[in-house]
């Protein structure tokens, strides 16, 4: 039982290279999301999907996007990384008890992005 | 906008201490509060939540207090460990996609 995958686990990039961050899940949870985590500060929501096929924007896109193509798999994109979107990055999931009702995410261990 | 402030930023005791840390939430909304523990390299991972329509909920030595007049919520640790060592948030939700975690708690139990 895996969980949340995230691959990988550490990268270096430098400023203007592209790469997608893989996210994974095996619960069957129709929601899943993409968490930027900054030293001392909590976890800000870049991007949300209800469903595969549906997304929607956190509070912080900008420079980030994303897609999902099956309930399992939600990636995501940056295009011309800049050294703000130095962060550690981390991918959840959750199925909500009901309408309105949230429960518990499930975090992946995290993705350690280094832009130089 | 929404926000979630959670204090102290940094909590030291000695093992067998309690731990107190107290969060503050904006959004009259919120209806879901859970707390969740962060061990170095790993993701968040929750240890107890609250829903608005109960006051206090525990489990084993972790229990957790809602104040909805006043937006406060808490997390009491009882007879501290090593193990407990970790960064807590503490977050709101609205239900929906909107969750608003605070900045964090590093504790430190000193054995």
């Known amino acids: 039982n895996a969980g949340v995958t995230q691959t990988p686990k550490f990268r270096i990039l430098k400023i203007g290279q592209s790469m997608t961050l893989q996210c994974a899940q095996d619960m069957n949870h129709n929601y899943m999301y993409w968490y930027r985590q900054d030293p001392g500060m909590g976890l800000k929501l870049i991007y949300y999907s209800v469903g595969a096929g549906i997304t929607d924007k956190g509070e912080v896109p900008n420079g980030y996007n994303v897609s999902r193509s099956t309930t399992e798999d939600f990636p995501l994109r940056l295009e011309l990384a800049a050294p703000s979107q130095t962060s550690v990055y981390f991918c959840?999931?959750?199925?909500?008890?009901?309408?309105?009702?949230?429960?518990?995410?499930?975090f992946g261990q995290g993705t350690r992005l280094t832009v130089v | 906008g929404e926000n979630v402030e959670q204090h102290p930023s940094t909590l030291s005791v000695q093992e067998g201490d309690s731990a107190v840390i107290k969060c503050t939430y904006s959004d009259s909304a919120s209806n879901y509060f859970p707390w969740y523990k962060q061990e170095l390299g790993k993701g968040p991972q929750l240890i107890i939540d609250i829903r608005s329509n109960v006051g206090e909920k525990k489990d084993q030595r972790i229990a957790v207090t809602l104040n909805k007049t006043a937006k406060h919520f808490s997390l009491h640790i009882t007879e501290t460990q090593p193990e407990d060592s970790a960064v807590y948030f503490c977050?709101?939700?609205?239900?929906?996609?909107?969750?608003?975690f605070g900045a964090g708690t590093r504790l430190f139990v000193k054995a």
């Open positions: 959840a999931s959750s199925s909500p008890a009901g309408w309105g009702l949230n429960t518990e995410a499930f």
């Open positions: 977050a709101a939700s609205t239900g929906g996609f909107k969750t608003i």
